[in-house]
């Protein structure tokens, strides 16, 4: 069974400062490894999709890498604002359809 | 396109009484997922549909929930009869495909009384 691990389950930032995200996974056979956001009584938003075959994903200022082989992928986030105050969520997909989520980081950053 | 999209987005019903959550995919994706979200569990996977088919009703905890997919544009997720312990958030989600990107909607959040 695949165990998502993030690890811290809450940081705060002031603003400006880069965000790092961590998530460890267990079983190294994943497919691929999609990190989400969300905001408080709303629904995940998608932020990146990582392929198994990839080693990192770039959009905007969000910036995700994965290695299979230490179980293990991260999100930075550059030039955090407060608007990036949210839950990031990870989820390894398992097998062809199911994705496994970690509990989240709650970032707050501060004006 | 709007999204993935849940109604209702709030449901407050006693203890016993039926309940029915209703999704519209992505228009074009072929794969629809239910999960549910609480703070003990975080979020579990309930069912997933691939063209219309239950592919893996494994996560359906148990016989008093129901799932169905009669067209590409709509499902819903019944729990008959509910129970207190079923209150918590549960989301729609929709994928062109398996192993591709989800998108999920903006969740029905569940109160049991």
């Known amino acids: 069974k695949q165990e998502v691990t993030q690890i811290p389950a809450a940081l705060s930032v002031p603003e400006g400062e880069n965000l790092v995200l961590n998530c460890s996974f267990t079983?190294?056979?994943?497919?691929?490894l999609q990190w989400f956001r969300q905001d408080p009584g709303k629904g995940l938003t998608s932020l990146l999709l990582?392929?198994?075959?990839?080693r990192e994903q770039t959009s905007g200022r969000l910036n995700a890498s994965l290695d299979k082989s230490s179980g293990r992928s991260t999100l930075y986030i550059a030039a955090s604002q407060p608007g990036d105050s949210a839950t990031y969520l990870c989820?390894?997909?398992?097998?062809?359809?199911?994705?496994?989520f970690g509990a989240g980081t709650t970032v707050t950053v501060r004006a | 396109d709007a999204g993935v999209i849940q109604s209702p987005r709030h449901e407050v019903t006693e203890m016993g009484q039926e309940v029915t959550l209703r999704c519209k995919p992505i228009s074009g994706h072929n794969s629809l997922f239910w999960y549910r979200q609480t703070m003990m569990r975080g979020l579990e996977l309930l069912i997933y549909?691939?063209?219309?088919?239950?592919?893996?009703d494994s996560g359906m905890p148990e016989d008093r929930f129901s799932a169905k997919m009669p067209n590409a544009s709509f499902s819903t997720l019944k729990i008959q009869p509910s129970e207190p312990r079923d209150s918590a958030v549960y989301f729609c989600a929709s994928s062109s495909g398996p192993s591709t990107e989800a998108f999920f909607g903006q969740g029905t959040r569940l109160t049991v009384v």
């Open positions: 989820a390894g997909r398992v097998n062809d359809y199911k994705l496994s």
């Open positions: 549909f691939n063209n219309n088919v239950p592919i893996d």
């Open positions: 079983d190294s056979a994943i497919y691929n």
């Open positions: 990582i392929q198994s075959s990839q």
